[in-house]
């Protein structure tokens, strides 16, 4: 009697695991395997993660009883965010998906379903190699512990493929003299034009997400008033920032200089202001420390930029000489 209850309880028992085995393929839920996982383990849902300064944040849609998933998400950091649509494949406790990016490379996530329902991976490719970050379910009131970093409706700063390129068009250096106590406090005493070029380099997403500065480099030729004749000048573009405001700022730096721009000016790299070299004898940067960088926007295919300096001129007949140098092109 008791040998009979005994194949009875087994057979009841192997009855119960069939119906929920063949239960969870028709949700299209592949069940997690190895020892400690959570019988019935689901994919589907929202999914969250903070690994300074990455936040990623995705949603599982469907999860097909082969175990391939499909979804969307967000990558984003306090600098930048990028949606992307994602696919991959759940098999026993491992997850792989692949972050679709328009416009981007693509990021790989490898991960492993763990007992505490987390999913502890890594992402690799788009500039990240083995960067380690893990998710957990989102709460149905709308959020984790961390409050988001980002807002991906907002500007994406940094340099995209969309940016990045050469900007051609003119070059504009002036010089003048402010003395406020003059009925006319606002003398000329140069001006200059030539032509030239600005070319910015792309970022990669990587740097975009985490605030890196850009580079590129500039070029003014001696087809105008303000470089002697002969005399091109060349250098790199350092620094580079896109703000969140759509505003772009970048500095100027003339080869094998240790100062800043306008201390190559003032050192006559090239530069021939019109009949201010008498004023500029002598003369030294007030604000040597803000000076350097070009301040201004890009709009479209246009870049429009200046940077100016206040010098102290000793020899001069007064107040502050100002020059400025800006930069208007197109792409």
């Known amino acids: 009697m008791r040998s009979l209850s005994r194949r009875f309880a087994l057979f009841s028992l192997a009855t119960a695991t069939f119906l929920l085995i063949t239960a969870c393929s028709e949700r299209g839920v592949q069940l997690p395997e190895g020892p ?21 944040t995705i949603t599982i849609e469907n999860v097909l009883a082969d175990g391939s998933l499909f979804g969307s998400g967000v990558i984003g950091s306090v600098h ?6 994602l696919e991959g494949l759940f098999e026993a ?17 490898r991960g492993t379903l763990t007992s505490d329902n987390r999913i502890v ?14 998710l957990e379910p989102v709460s149905e009131e709308g959020g984790g512990e961390e409050e988001s ?15 990045a390129g050469t900007y051609s068009g003119n070059w504009e250096v002036l010089i003048y003299a402010f003395r406020p106590n003059l009925p006319d406090p606002i003398e000329w005493l140069g001006e200059g034009s030539c032509s030239g070029s600005v070319t910015l380099d792309p ?15 500039y070029l003014m030729l001696d087809s ?23 505003g772009v700022n970048f500095g100027l ?40 960088q070009m301040d201004g926007s890009i709009l479209g295919n246009r870049l429009s930029a200046i940077a100016s300096a206040s010098l102290d001129c000793p020899g001069g007949r007064g107040g502050t000489v100002n020059m400025s140098v800006a930069i208007d092109a197109t792409k």
């Open 36 to 56: 400690g996982l959570p019988i019935g383990s689901e994919l589907t849902g929202s999914w969250s993660g903070v690994a300074t300064p990455i936040e990623v």
């Open 80 to 85: 930048a965010a990028f949606a992307f649509d």
């Open 93 to 109: 406790s491992s997850v792989t998906m692949v972050f679709g990016i328009v416009g981007e490379p693509s990021i790989n996530f």
């Open 121 to 134: 991976g890594t992402l690799e490719g788009g500039g990240f190699d083995a960067f380690g970050i893990s």
């Open 149 to 163: 970093q980002f807002d991906p409706s907002q500007p994406q700063p940094g340099v995209s493929e969309a940016f």
């Open 203 to 217: 970022q990669s997403l990587l740097d975009r997400l985490f605030g890196r500065t850009f580079s590129g480099s």
């Open 224 to 246: 105008g008033s303000c470089l002697a004749d002969g005399i091109t000048v060349s250098g790199t573009v350092n620094d580079g920032q896109l703000r969140g405001d759509g």
């Open 253 to 292: 730096q003339i080869p094998g200089s240790a100062g800043n721009f306008f201390e190559d000016v003032l050192a006559g790299s090239g530069f021939k202001p019109p009949q201010s070299l008498f004023v500029l004898l002598g003369c030294s940067i007030i604000n040597k420390d803000t000076e350097n």
